[in-house]
């Protein structure tokens, strides 16, 4: 019975675990869409803002590779 509790309570930080991961990589995509955001306001250069976004797209496909992994 104690193994059992054991795995239930691994299986409770793992998700706690993925939960916090999660809520943390969306405050850094919010925080890229606010810069990107600022960038387009600020009226910079289009390549520039288009290299930005390129950015942050190759990095959210580089995420999702590695937890594919």
Avoid: C
Avoid at 8 to 17: C, I, P, R
């Amino acid at each position: 019975m104690k193994k059992t509790k054991s795995l239930k309570n691994e299986g409770l930080f793992s998700m706690a675990d993925r939960f916090v991961a999660d809520f943390f990589d969306q405050l850094k995509k919010g925080a890229a869409d606010q810069i990107i955001n600022k960038a387009e306001k600020a009226k910079l250069p289009k390549h520039v803002i288009d290299n930005m976004k390129r950015i942050q797209n190759d990095s959210e496909e580089m995420v999702k590779f590695i937890k594919n992994l």
